[in-house]
T-cell receptor, first 112, second 112 residues
Framework: NAGVTQTPKFRVLKTGQSMTLLCAQD?????MYWYRQDPGMGLRLIHY???????AKGEVPDGYNVSRLKKQNFLLGLESAAPSQTSVYFC???????????FGEGSRLTVL | SQQGEEDPQALSIQEGENATMNCSYK?????LQWYRQNSGRGLVHLIL?????REKHSGRLRVTLDTSKKSSSLLITASRAADTASYFC????????????FGKGTRLSVIA
């Protein structure tokens, strides 16, 4: 049972390039989330999904897009990367809207 | 904006001592959760306390919740060097499918 898997784990981009982070969970969870973590800022919610085909904005959605075409996958896209998007990105999932979160190991993105 | 705020930001203790971290929040909650993050890793769920509970134990962890003061505390007894990590509180509000909102964390260092 892999839990929550994020790919890639590390990536370096140049300003203006695009990329997609993939999150996959094998626990049949309804709810999935993308957070970013920056030094001294804790975790901030980017986008989330309450079920297949749904997405919603979090606290810091600008510059990111997401898709949840399949229940087990939640994709985070950067259309035109900026240095301010240098961060560690965490995906998480949970079964119920009040339950515990299960996190992936993170994806470290550097934008030059 | 951050819902939960942990205090202190950093804590350094000797092995065998107890560690206490506090969390304050702003709005009515369904439950409050504590997570642990080892350096460079994803967050791991430690314990969940519901709004109608006042205290909960799990191994060497003790969590209290005071909804009148909108605060919670996490006590780690007989700390070990392996407890060195960052600890985050997160709240689930009473209103609908809102995601967890995390604080900025307390960095705990346990010195052997």
């Amino acid at each position: 049972n892999a839990g929550v898997t994020q790919t890639p784990k590390f990536r370096v981009l140049k300003t203006g390039q695009s990329m997609t982070l993939l999150c996959a969970q094998d626990m049949n969870h309804e709810y999935m989330y993308w957070y970013r973590q920056d030094p001294g800022m804790g975790l901030r919610l980017i986008h989330y999904s309450v079920g297949e085909g749904t997405t919603a904005k979090g606290e810091v959605p600008d510059g990111y897009n997401v898709s949840r075409l399949k229940k087990q996958n939640f994709l985070l896209g950067l259309e035109s990367a900026a240095p301010s998007q240098t961060s560690v990105y965490f995906c998480a999932s949970r079964q119920y809207n009040t339950g515990e979160l299960f996190f992936g190991e993170g994806s470290r993105l550097t934008v030059l | 904006s951050q819902q939960g705020e942990e205090d202190p930001q950093a804590l350094s203790i000797q092995e065998g001592e107890n560690a206490t971290m506090n969390c304050s929040y702003k709005t009515s909650i369904n439950n409050l959760q504590w997570y642990r993050q080892n350096s460079g890793r994803g967050l791991v769920h430690l314990i969940l306390i519901r709004s109608n509970e006042r205290e909960k134990h799990s191994g060497r962890l003790r969590v209290t919740l005071d909804t009148s003061k909108k605060s919670s505390s996490l006590l780690i007894t007989a700390s070990r060097a392996a407890d060195t990590a960052s600890y985050f509180c997160a709240t689930v509000s009473n209103s609908g499918n809102t995601p967890l909102v995390f604080g900025k964390g307390t960095r705990l260092s346990v010195i052997a």
